[in-house]
């Protein structure tokens, strides 16, 4: 058993000081508070539970700071898809894989100790199949074994290609699949072992990529896993949705979908006060990711009436076009004050917004990737993050007031070691394979450009 000590920590009922974690495996064994540092222990400053990213497809890493600029004077959401889609039909095992180490290794070096990995990327280009159908999948494990992270993988069902079940196009055939390949794909993901903390959920994509009388058969394939769903992220899907199905997307799935607290509305941007208020009431986790909804030009969340509502929230770095703990849960909250012209939104009552913020997306995200963790107490995974409350952005901050300093006022480099499920892999700010994964990534990259 190995132990970390910590000057002081953030536990379920508040901050305390001398804190030992005894790690049991993948579990966190004990905590004691007041007490010494044996010989052996990690010594850390301060300690935070580490949160879950809960909505990536990682692959979109190596797309960052290829879609910045403007073709035809109007571009949208609906034209960096369309950039995507060419970017990905390029794409080969090999290079997959390289992206997302790399892609882990950044979210564990900002302090994620898991991931949520959207993943939809399964077929050759045009559409044929691997002769191990889930080739891909495993190419996903093989990288967060790589790096360490906690996975929760979620092999999506991409049927069409757009609202009204059209015939899909182009980069799109790789992501197909009809309801029986998708369950062979399926079984296939489940050959492969994994890492005990590992979890396998699944992701009907959209309402836009699947046929309603699908929906039920696909979701019996999930077990008691987590389902994952983009849902609400643009006015024009909304609209395409309505003039299909008759009602609105969130509407339409709380009408016709077993929306539980096993699931996650990704995005869920666009939605009605009663939309607001019935789908936070399912106890479903909304999926939020705002520097990706800010990048593609998405709209803002109603954070203020979800949180009202009860509502359950973690967050995802999505396109990953950056990757920055801190930096997504501000855009959240700055989000909110640029629409409302108002302050520390992102709570209800008094209190830190920065806390409040860390503190609900750690619980949140852990429960929409069925990840027994968000908080430091005996029992749960040990997904455990330490901060240097020494850097300039955070001193003199202490408590709450310094989980605000991270939030809002540090910037990288202010985490210094990570623990996903008891794998310490980030020491001294550094992921432990840096070298390998970055060198790789970078002949992989190369080759994509030639
Ligand atoms: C995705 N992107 O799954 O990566 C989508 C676009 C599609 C976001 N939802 C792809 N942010 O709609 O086919
Ligand atoms: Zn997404």
Known sequence: MSAIHAARARLPDGWADDVRVQIDGLRIGSVVTGAAAEPNDTRVDVLLPALSNLHSHSFQRAMAGRTEMRRDGHDSFWTWREVMYDFVGRLIPDQIEAIAALTFMEMQEAGYAAVGEFHYLHHAPGGAAYDNPAELSHRIFAAAEETGIGLTHLPVF?????????????????????????????????????????????????????????????????????????????????????????????????????????????????????????????????????????????????????????????????????????????????????????????????????????????????????????????????????????????????????????VFAGGDGLVRDVWSAGRHRVHEGRHVARAAIVARYARAVADLSA
């Open 158 to 406: 991409y049927h069409y290609g757009g609202a009204g079940q059209q015939p899909l196009q182009g980069g799109q055939l790789r992501f197909g699949c009809d309801p029986d390949r998708f369950a062979a794909l399926i079984d296939a993901v489940r050959a492969a072992p994994l890492p005990e903390d590992n979890v396998i959920g699944l992701a009907p994509h959209s309402l836009r990529a699947i046929a309603p009388d699908d929906l039920a058969r696909v979701l019996s394939l999930a077990g008691d896993g987590p389902v994952h769903i983009h849902v609400a992220e643009q006015t024009r899907e909304v609209e395409e949705i309505v003039a299909w199905l008759g009602a609105r997307p969130v509407e339409w799935l709380l009408q016709n979908a077993p929306v539980s607290d096993r699931w996650c509305a990704i995005h869920a941007t666009h939605m009605t006060k009663a939309e607001t208020q019935a789908l936070a009431a399912t106890g479903a986790v909304a999926g939020l990711c705002p520097i990706t909804e800010a990048n593609l030009g998405d709209g803002a969340f109603d954070g203020p009436g979800w949180l009202a509502a009860g509502g359950r929230f973690g967050v995802g770095s999505d396109s990953n076009v950056r990757i920055a703990l801190g930096e997504e849960l501000r855009m959240l909250e700055y989000s909110q004050r640029l629409r409302d012209r108002s302050r520390n939104l992102m709570l209800t009552g008094a209190g830190h917004a920065g806390a409040a913020l860390y503190l609900g997306a750690a619980r949140g995200g852990a429960r929409a990737l069925g990840r027994d963790a968000g908080v430091i107490e005996a029992g749960r995974l040990a997904d455990l993050v330490a901060i240097d409350s020494a850097a300039p952005a955070l001193v003199g901050l202490r408590g709450d007031a310094l989980v605000d300093g991270l």
